[in-house]
Structures are given as C-alpha cells and as structure tokens.
C-alpha cells in the first residue's frame, strides 16, 4: 500500500482525481422513532451483528499470482475460439490478469456508488428504522470498497477505470431526486446483480483470497437487497399510472444498461485485439448469453414483486432474454 500523502499537497491531489455531481433531493428529518416496518428493524439488528474488518478476518498473507488460472479460462467467452488459440501462453496469463483486474475493478467502483447512493437513502428516506439500517449499509459499502482496493493494489497491482455503461447508472441514480428511485436504481437493479455476479465469482475461483473475501462481502449484499424490497414493496400500490411507468422505464433502462457493461472492451483494448471481431465473437458467445442471463436471476423477481413487471415491461424483459426468471425465488 502506497503512503497517505500529508497536509496542502493532499488538498491538491484530490482535485486530480475527484469528480463532482450535482444533486437535489429533499432531506427529511423524522420525528417519530416508532417502528413502522418490523422487517426493517430485525434487518437493522442482524447487520449489527453480522460487522467484520477485512484487515483481520480475511487473510492477507495469502499469496496471489495475479496471472494463474484464478477463474477458469472455459469462463472467459473467447475460450476455445480461433481467436484464443492464436494467443500465446504468455498473453493467456496477461488475459488473464486483465480480465480479472477489470472485473474486480468494476466491482470497486460500483462499491462505491452504493457508499454514495446508500448515504443520500439515510439523507431522504422518511422512515427511522430504514435511516438505522442505511447507516449499517454505508459501513458495509465503505469496508467492501477498502477490501477491493486492497486486493486490487496488493494482489493484481492493477486498477481498471469504471465502464462508461455502469458509470451512467451510478450517476442516473445519485442525481435522482426522488428517495424511491436511488432504493430502486441501487438496491435493486445494481445490488440484485451484484450478488448473481459475487456468487458466481465465489463458485468459480480457483484463489482462496478471493473466494473468501467474496463470501464475506455476499453475507452483506442478501441484506442489501433485502433492504431495498422491503422498503418499497407497499409503496409503488400508491403510484399513479404514469408514475408506474416512469419506474418500469428506469427498470429497463438499468438493465440494460447493466447488460451492456459486462462486454469488457477495455480489456480487449490493453490485449490489442480487434474490437469488432471481438465483440461479435463475444456477443454470440454462449457463456456470454448464460452469464448474462443469469446476472438477472435476482433482480426479475424482486421487480416483479414491487409490482412492476407490467405488460410494457414483461415485453421489454422477454427482448434482453431474462423474462423466464420471474418465477424465482426473490431475495427477501
């Protein structure tokens, strides 16, 4: 880990690297502690109990080498391509390091729009136990970006930029007025296929680091989800049609939006591959098409549960291919 720059030159290196939003939502007070949702309350009593500190209950001295086989190759949707075989041992093992370095990276940075999003959530949500149990949550987001970035610098020694796609959603949802609409954007859309994406890494890797720091960070994302149904799953009965829609847009637009970031050009750039060759092997890909679609296991129910999945957007579902999930368990 690199040392903490001191005093005025840490004022002016902020600036180099600090980007700014402008945000406008209302922040409420609220003056009655009563309980209002009981399943908030047990929520906020379980993440009270359920706190840990990466530096002491994940093991660091673990030795990584960032280019092995950490993640199965037959996972990567090159794998077994004309392509992939031209690749010498050497850029297989760089692939390799690129490949999960951009991964995590993203995991990184969508880390931190929950931080972000989660505190502005205790700002305007109107009920006291959501505020408690937000305030757990901005914990959990803070330690899950320290525990990314350490393995990222420590292990990878290496950091990808945030994919544009996903920075779009972040800032749609910080930028949003309406309280509802960060829960739905973030705790819904964001953190349902976070947790597909998180087991699917815990059940594939090879690097003990790794899988154990996913599986601690995966107990805490079922209680976001959580969080995010309960709190909005009598609210949406109060909307007006047009309000509905507005909702059903967003869901769509977030999924989509959450599709498109898994193709990872910036890898395929770092690999100096060509781009639409690549893009069209990847997108016809079908581990690609299962990945996809089972990144969404979790958020098609919850949004059918919340009482959105409309006509409108049932088409919209069946056109990203990932209707056929409704019927799943939900989250909370």
């Not at 059903?248 to 989509?256: A, L």
Request: net charge negative.
């Amino acid at each position: 880990m690199s040392e903490p720059t001191q005093g005025a030159e840490a004022l002016v290196a902020v600036e180099d690297f600090t980007e700014r939003l402008s945000t406008t939502f209302d922040t409420c007070y609220t003056w009655s502690y009563d309980s209002f949702k009981v399943g908030l309350r047990n929520l906020y009593e379980k993440a009270k109990q359920n706190q840990w500190d990466s530096a002491t209950a994940l093991a660091w001295d673990t030795d990584v080498d960032p280019e092995a086989e950490n993640v199965p190759d037959l996972n990567n949707p090159l794998f077994g391509t004309p392509m992939w075989s031209k690749f010498t041992e050497r850029e297989i093992r760089k692939f390799r390091r690129e490949q999960l370095s951009w991964s995590l990276s993203q995991f990184l940075h969508g880390e931190q729009g929950a931080l972000l999003a989660t505190a502005q959530i205790v700002d305007a949500v109107p009920w006291m136990e959501a505020k408690y149990y937000g305030s757990t949550q901005v914990m959990d987001e803070a330690r899950h970006v320290e525990t990314y970035d350490h393995y990222l610098r420590d292990k990878i020694q290496k950091e990808y930029p945030i994919n544009p796609h996903l920075k779009t959603l972040l800032d749609q949802i910080l930028t949003d007025s309406r309280w509802d609409m960060k829960y739905l954007g973030m705790q819904i859309l964001v953190e349902g296929l976070a947790m597909a994406a998180f087991g699917l890494m815990e059940k594939f890797s090879n690097e003990p680091l790794l899988k154990q720091l996913t599986q601690y960070i995966m107990r805490d994302e079922a209680r976001h989800v959580a969080f995010g149904v309960l709190s909005l799953e009598t609210y949406y009965q109060e909307l007006n049609e047009r309000e509905m829609r507005e909702r059903e847009e967003f869901c769509y637009e977030g999924s989509r939006l959450m599709r498109d970031r898994l193709y990872a050009e910036e890898v395929w750039k770092e690999m100096n591959l060509p781009i639409e060759e690549t893009r069209e092997i990847v997108q016809n890909s079908e581990i690609m098409r299962e990945f996809q679609k089972m990144l969404f296991s979790k958020i098609v129910p919850n949004v059918k549960r919340l009482g959105l999945l409309s006509p409108w957007l049932r088409e919209r579902f069946h056109e990203l291919d990932i209707l056929k999930f409704e019927h799943d368990e939900p989250s909370a």
